[in-house]
């Protein structure tokens, strides 16, 4: 510590050396902790624990690994954290070499602990945060590091690709932090001129290497990984056992089966691997750093670490890290991140205040991001394009995404948590079977290694290796039908998650409705007043109306072609003027000519000074700000002027109030409410003294204020054509649609009202919050939102009339209601009014204006009370709420994007159908396989314990016809049938213990029992009959016993697998999946042709009893009891299983059982406890001290019900 001689002659306070020995001891506990959390109360928050080696663990460790032959280390491989309690101690943090760590999901992971050493450097942040008046406490100061006087030691670990440095002032590990994290704006402008090499050598030993690496793994190392997976070992193990039992063919099928299915994952998992690594990783390339004093290096981008300043390529380039811009403007393709293809000016980062904190999702506009393309650059003057790079490698925006693809959250998919629990009650069963086995040989006298031996095959019977394989086939076919139409994904589980959804969310420009707008008109002011509509902009006379939108825009020239916003584009088209960029793309670094725009008439190209006016500088938009302006000078005239466009209600609270015409929220209201696209022009004239140098560096709330009201441009937002046919197909599918969008509230529900999402006799309550002042404690107003005028709209009151009656207590009893809620009220609901939120997002339809940040709580929100969720959005400002999604589908001409799981080529929300008509195909053809497989082992199980009982068994190839032949083909060709043609209400099942399921399954295996005990017990009371012989060293399997048994077995297979090939209403009928059909007919026709028409070279191939010498009688009673199952069987399923009152009775039944599960379907009570109460309190208002509804009648409600309040 750094202290003067005055600063340690000074006495210190007794209060100060309190908090000092209380810091000290707080210090010394973290110091002797062994455990701490990492980004808490964050998606990201990980229990750390610390361990060390220990001696005499590891040796015992060692003999454990001997005394299992080596089978303890896949325990390791399975769970990492034994091997931190079997071969480590715990420990201090301080002390430690190994770090577990354990994820709010519960699951377990380790990171080693590393060192690195440089040397001290002399003043190592000293470029941008040095100083003892430093506002950015950079987590790579050596002063936070372990340091001695000459050498700086840097303690860290990785996880997930993000580095946690050890810091020694506060004895815990912690995130290594950037630029991008408490940096101050006017610390970016002003204290960055470029690092030294030796100062970006010493940063790149803490930050790494600037890069996005997805590894691909070797074929070899994939095997081993694969191999090592439970599923596999318990392949291997079953493959030993029956080349012990001198199963040989039967193994070494299984064994090529395997190798084969092991080939094919290998293969696509490294194909994922190669596309994700081409699709995220930049080629080498070089860029220009400064080194300080306008001195500038090549060097390669790999190299980049935060607080270099870049000099942006004059041709573009793809950016490799995350750089604020501070001088020169960019335009920026970010379709790589957000599947959004419209170019997107970046201009020069600018601060409103000297406090004003740099956040990437704030100044994204001034924030060039890893992996966009730059498509031109420009500056005014002879100086360079300069950037500061913020964040590198992992922790850029892209980074990020990438992060989410290669470490997802896991699916907390109730089939899936099922699956595991039937797969422990077959388990069980094993178990039973076990049991009863011994019994049975030990009272045979047989030898107890047969006994192990054909206990241990009880286990391979009744949990088919091939079940987890069998369970997939659906979702892969499914993402194979998706492909072809256009949709493509990148996280295949998700598609079974489809199938269950309950709630769809859309984004509306672009999603809902076109992108692109069309120009109905614009309404100037003239004399203080609104002077009508002019529907063809360029007929208005040269002012500043139409010099506003000729020049408040941020379109640019690439490629001969304007490009840019589309509302831009429509706006800046309809003035019919000219934009002339200065000279060419490859010319515009050197030169200080301005965009010049010009009207296009006779005297603009003839006269000697020609009207013109040149834009200076541009104040991108900004959804947090709700407008943009322009710096303009027009030609031959003297002193600058600013030009603003934006939301009408922010615009006209920045312009002078004598200017604004007080009709103005009349006229607002009356275009919004028919859903039309409202913007407010304003321009004011600057100082004639300000000068082109200074219109540069002016921060915007300098001149946006007091300005002149000019009037408002009208744009009509088409809905697609495929929009109302989709949201009226979802509704008739019982499931929710919900729009949230960044566009005003009242634009929202007039597309609401018109698309279908609100239908005509439903009434909208608008959810109006006001966040606590200095007189009243923070409130909601529950108001009624007005219907549109009569031969306005689609709808008019004449559809309300009938049944309009409100209640004013209980006004939802007649009527259904919808909630509209504002971005700004729902921000204040989240922090004054949480209880409320479950209830807002049960019943809110509309959620206007709402951030990006907002849209992704509002999903998360919706979980919360167990909705599955759905989101569909153009990836623009979505990308975080459609990743929260259970399914998140981009619409986007990019094959893929890491925008979303889903990525739409079909440019309409029509993808959204066909997902979820894949999704309840995947998942019921996954219900279908599961419960195949089940019976599948259950009727080999029975028969099994059957012949066991006799000193029998099948015969080698008699399994191998089984497992191979009807099993694997069925499996495999069961989940080719395609998703119905249309949604129903009906949902699928989304549990595998659900009541139904079960008893179809138990009903089955009762049904197995009864038949096959019914053809042993008619064999046994043939008068030819003889019991099979017991033999102590080998099992029986060429006798009458096995024959039977298997012959009516295998109609029992194909039985079963046409009984859970179910079709309508989730997938096409049984009869449309030809190649399944026509391999269940080929099977039956041959077990009939071997049970009727015996050919002795087959009854030798499968060790089958000379059926010839029997009579025609006998096998056709076999034939009878065979056929007899497969109409039974298919009787029960059909007949009793799926009738109403049969599953009435079991959702009940499953309704009791899901007591437990607070989550599951919370919504339904929710949605219950609103019907029967008196909530929400129409033209009241509730304040969040009270909590209580205040009485405050809107008279113009009361007015327009007829209603009349007595107090």
Known sequence: MDESPIEMELPTPVHTKTRMFESGQAGYRRLLADQTFLNKDTDEEFVCYGYKDDRCKEGLFMVLVFLTGGLILLLLQWRPQMVCYLRKKRCSLN????????????????????????????????????????????????????????????????????????????????????????????????????????????????????????????????????????????????????????????????????????????????????TLHDMVTTHAQTISVCRGEEVYEDVPTGDLVPGDVIAIPQHGCVMTCDAVLVTGT???????????????????????????????????????????????????????????????????????????????????????????????????????????????????????????VRVLDIITIIVPPALPAAMTVGTVFAQGRLKKKGIYCISPPRINFCGRLDVFCFDKTGTLTEDGLDMWGVLPIKNQGFCGVEEDPSKLEVGPFIICMATCHSLTVIDGELSGDPLDLIMFNSTKWVLDEPGKDSSKFDTIMPTVVRPCTKDTFTAENPFEVGIIRQFTFSSSVQRMSVITRTLSEEGMELYCKGAPEKIASLCLQETVPHEFPDILHRYTIQGYRVIALAYKKLDPKLTWHQAQRISRDKVEFDMNFLGMIVLQNKLKLQTKPVIHKLGDAKIRTVMVTGDMIQTAISVARNCGMVPPKDRIIIVEASPPDAHSPASIKWVMAETPDEGTDTYTDSDYNECVHVDLENPHKTQNFHFAVSGHSFGVLSTHFPEYIPRVVVKGTIFARMSPDQKLQLIEDLQNIGYNVGMCGDGANDCEALKAAHAGISLSEAEASVAAPFTSRIPNIECVLQIMREGRAALVTSFGCFKYMALYSFIQYVSVLI????????????????????????????????????????????????????????????????????????????????????????????????????????????????????????????????????????????????????????????????????????????????????????????????????????????????????????????????????????????????????VQIEEEFMRSQGEILVN
């Open 947 to 1190: 012949l066991y009982t006799f000193d029998a068994n099948l015969a080698d190839m008699q399994f191998l016809y089984v497992d191979l032949v009807i099993t694997t083909s069925v499996a495999v060709l069961m989940g080719y049938s395609s998703a119905y043609h249309k949604l129903v209400p009906q949902q699928p099942p989304g549990s595998l213990v659900k009541p139904s399921n079960l008893l179809s399954i138990i009903a089955q295996v009762i049904l197995v029992i009864i038949f096959q005990i019914a053809a042993f017990l008619y064999l046994h009371y043939q008068p030819w009959y003889i019991p099979v012989k017991k033999d102590l060293n080998a099992d029986n399997t060429y006798c009458w016993e096995t024959s039977v048994i298997f012959l009516v077995s295998t109609y029992q297979y194909i039985a079963s697998a046409f009984v859970f090939s179910k079709g309508p209403p989730f997938r096409q009928p049984i009869y449309k999946n030809v190649p399944f059909l026509l391999t269940l007919c080929v099977l039956f026709a041959f077990s009939t042709y071997i049970l009727m028409f015996p050919l002795d070279p087959i009854l030798k191939f499968f060790a089958i009893m000379p059926l010839g010498e029997r009579t025609v009688e006998f096998r056709s009673i076999l034939l009878a009891l065979s056929v007899g199952f497969i109409f039974v069987a298919c009787l029960v399923e059909y007949l009793i299983m799926d009738v109403k009152c049969t599953q009435m009775c079991l959702d009940s039944c499953s309704h009791c059982c899901d007591k437990g599960d607070e989550k599951k379907d919370h919504f339904r009570k929710i949605q219950n406890e609103i019907q029967l109460s008196n909530w929400p309190p129409v033209g009241h208002v509730t304040y969040a001290a009270l909590n209580e509804p205040h």
């Open 330 to 452: 960019c335009i920026v393709n970010e379709s790589m991140l957000t599947g959004e293809s419209v170019p997107v000016t970046k201009t020069p980062l600018t601060h409103q205040e000297d406090e004003e904190v740099y956040s990437p999702d704030i100044h994204k506009r001034h924030t060039l991001f890893s992996g966009t393309q730059i498509l031109q650059t420009r500056f005014y003057g002879n100086s360079k394009v300069k950037a500061v790079v913020v964040r590198t490698g992992f922790r850029t925006a892209k980074g990020e995404l990438v992060r989410a693809i290669l470490f997802p959250k896991p699916l907390d998919f109730k089939f899936y948590r099922d699956a595991m629990k039937f797969i422990l009650f077959l388990g069980c069963m094993a178990a039973l079977g076990m049991t009863y086995s011994i019994v049975i040989y030990v009272k045979q006298g047989v030898y107890p290694i047969r006994i192990v």
């Open 95 to 274: 002390q430690a070499d190994t770090i577990l760590l354990q994820d709010t999901y519960k699951q377990f992971s380790l990171a080693f602990i590393k060192e690195k050493t440089f040397p001290r450097p002399e003043d190592f942040v000293s470029s941008n945060n040095a100083g003892e008046d430093s506002d950015y406490e950079s987590p790579s100061d050596t002063s936070r590091l372990t340091n001695s006087q000459d050498v700086v030691r840097l303690r860290y670990f990785d996880h997930q690709h993000v580095r946690y440095i050890w810091d020694r002032g506060s004895q815990i590990f912690s995130k290594l932090k950037d630029l991008s994290e408490g940096t101050k704006c006017v610390k970016i402008q002003e204290s960055f001129h470029g690092l030294t090499a030796k100062e970006q050598k010493q940063k790149e030993v803490v930050y790494g290497e600037n890069t996005i690496e997805v590894e691909v793994k070797s074929y070899w190392r994939l095997f081993i990984e694969e191999v090592m997976n439970p599923f596999y070992v318990f392949q291997i193990a079953s493959i030993i056992l029956w080349l012990f039992d001198q199963y040989y063919y039967y193994a070494a099928c299984i064994l090529f089966i395997s190798l084969v299915s092991i080939g094919i994952s290998l293969y696509e998992t490294k194909r994922q691997s190669v």
